[in-house]
Structure formats: C-alpha cells, structure tokens
C-alpha cells in the first residue's frame, strides 16, 4: 500500500480521518463505493468533504492517483462524483487503483475550492500589453 507522504491524516482541529495508518492484511481494502450525500448533512461533515477535496487538489491536481493510504469512507462520500476511477477495469477492493478528480464535477461541488484556479485561467486569457511595463 502507498502512503501518500505530506498528505494530511486528518480535517484540522476534528476526527475526521483523511489517511489510514496500515493496510488490513487478512481482509483487504475496504471496497470504495458511492455514498449518497443529503443536503441535510451536518455542517462538520460537509466541511470534511470540503477539506478532504481540497488536499487531493493541492496534492494530485488533474493527475491520476493511486488510492493507498487514503480512507475508504472519506473517498467513498466523493466516489463517482468528483473522484472517479482512472483506468478500466476498476478494482473497487484495490490499494493500488487509480483515482483522478473530475474536475468539472468538483468544480461545481466545491466552487470555494476552485475560485482561485478560475480566476488564473482568466488572467491567461487577457493579452499582455507592453505599454503596462513601462
């Protein structure tokens, strides 16, 4: 099992796990499956889902990841929504399966996450005047 170094273990300041500490030797990874996410969550938990999206942006970005050391239960309020398997076939039961965010889906889950990813493609978009230089 990868662990994912410099990732965060857990939400800052509460229990919520990011990370799990050693691979279940005799019962394999817990399978990742796709939670259902009410809108009446409680506000700690959404802030969990806020704060676990957050560092897979800032640690993988649009890259594929492999799963690991990441919790199973964080993952799975996310799976198939924002985080979707990156290769086929997709072993749900598999340290080793590839992960990647998708990015249009987060985006709009999450937008505080990502408001400052938007505000960079439109400082790319402006052209750049010389005149402003001098």
Do not use: C
């Not at 409680?42 to 676990?52: E, I, L």
């Not at 560092?55 to 649009?62: D, Q, S, V």
């Not at 598999?94 to 889950?109: C, E, N, P, T």
Request: glycine letters at 6%.
């Amino acid at each position: 099992m990868l662990k994912h170094r410099g990732f965060p273990g857990r939400l800052p300041g509460t229990d919520f796990q990011f990370t799990i500490r050693r691979a279940n030797v005799k019962e394999g990874a817990t399978p990742l499956i796709a939670r259902e996410r009410y809108k009446d969550r409680r506000a700690p938990d959404r802030a969990a889902d806020r704060g676990f999206m957050a560092a897979l942006w800032e640690h993988f970005g649009e890259e594929p990841f492999e799963r690991g050391n990441l919790d199973a239960g964080r993952l799975s309020w996310l799976f198939g929504r924002e985080v979707v398997a990156a290769e086929d076939p997709f072993d749900p039961k598999s340290y080793d399966a590839l992960l990647r965010i998708d990015l249009a889906k987060a985006r709009v889950s999450f937008p505080e996450i990502f408001d400052d990813l938007e505000e960079d493609d439109d400082e790319e978009d402006e052209p750049w005047d010389e005149e402003d230089d001098a």
